[in-house]
């Protein structure tokens, strides 16, 4: 395995789908609470992107493993097992490496914070194993955009930011005796939520693309996707009422005064994000329209972090 096939393997353009994640809620720690660790900041984001790319690894391993139809661009082209005639057995010694890697530096920061980083990345790890590996993995359920969005739109960013708050008393867990308490503060959890709507949102609409493109082949493969469960102009209707929901919460968190109102700039990448959404509607292809949920995901949310960002520097 050399690094091209590495980088295909691991499809690392799609990291940026945890990368803007980070920057969002690194940045709204900050804005929001006033404060930032540089070493827990480093530890989980070299934990967060060791880990993804080992869930798209798995991914990737898991399809070739499993497919029934063999022929194709999505078998024979965009799976890296295949397209570079990759040794199986070096493909689960990347991930068992990969995933050990990321173990160890998620270890260090629940070291560095409290037990409840551990709690919060466990069910990260779980889920993000589940999603591809075992004998019904997530990402081949209509529940598929559901977890990838929840986890890596709202649980990601929930972690990143609690990392720089953890003695605020935000989330505490403590064992006195015989008592376990756990305890959170609603105020803070919510507030988190609204603001990673766009997120949760744009990343469910990239694998919702990715399963629409790909309804031929999950039905030859017998994979019960979202678009093959409740028909493919219904996932239509989804994808592209998600993308309304991202602008309409944006405007709720301005209102409400969670968001800055340079975060109001977010509506100029309506334009493009329009314009993409109806390119898509018209031909769902892997290799052709499928990137532009990708497009979409890093316009929408990139000047969305962008503003905060603006935001922290006219306030300096």
Not at 198 to 214: E, T, V
Request: with cysteine.
């Amino acid at each position: 395995m050399n690094i091209k096939s590495f980088l295909k393997l691991v499809e690392i353009q799609t990291k940026v789908a945890s990368v803007i994640p980070f920057s969002l809620a690194t940045l709204y720690a900050y804005y929001q609470f006033n404060t930032f660790s540089l070493t827990n900041a480093l530890l989980m984001f070299s934990s967060m992107f060791i880990f993804d790319m080992t869930v798209t690894a798995i991914n990737n391993y898991m399809d070739y493993q499993t497919a029934i139809k063999k022929q194709g661009y999505g078998y024979e082209t965009h799976n890296a097992v295949v397209a570079y005639n990759l040794n199986p057995k070096t493909v689960r010694i990347t991930i068992y490496t990969m995933l050990s890697l990321a173990t160890l530096l998620g270890l260090l920061l629940v070291l560095n914070t409290n037990i409840v980083v551990l709690l919060l990345g466990g069910i990260c790890f779980l889920i993000g194993i589940c999603y591809s590996w075992g004998p019904l993995p997530i990402s081949r359920t209509p529940f598929g955009e559901l977890f990838s969005g929840a986890t890596m739109g709202f649980l990601l960013p929930l972690i990143a930011i609690y990392i720089h708050i953890f003695n605020h008393d935000v989330i505490t867990l403590t064992l006195s005796q015989t008592n376990l308490t756990f305890s959170l503060n609603l105020n803070v959890i919510l507030s988190i939520f609204m603001i990673t709507i766009p997120l949760m949102s744009c990343i469910a609409n990239i694998m919702l693309a990715n399963n629409l493109c790909d309804y031929d082949d999950d039905l030859a493969n017998k994979r019960l996707t979202l678009p093959i469960a409740i028909g493919k102009q219904k996932a239509l209707y989804v994808f592209n009422a998600l993308y309304g929901f991202s602008y309409f919460a944006i405007l709720v968190c301005i209102l409400l005064d969670l968001l800055p109102l340079t975060s109001a700039l977010t509506f100029l990448t309506l334009i493009p994000v329009i314009k993409h959404i109806r390119l898509f509607n018209t031909k769902q292809s892997k290799q052709f329209t499928f990137v532009l949920s990708v497009k979409n995901f890093i316009i929408l949310n990139a000047v969305y972090v962008l503003t905060i960002l603006l935001s922290l520097i006219l306030t300096w």
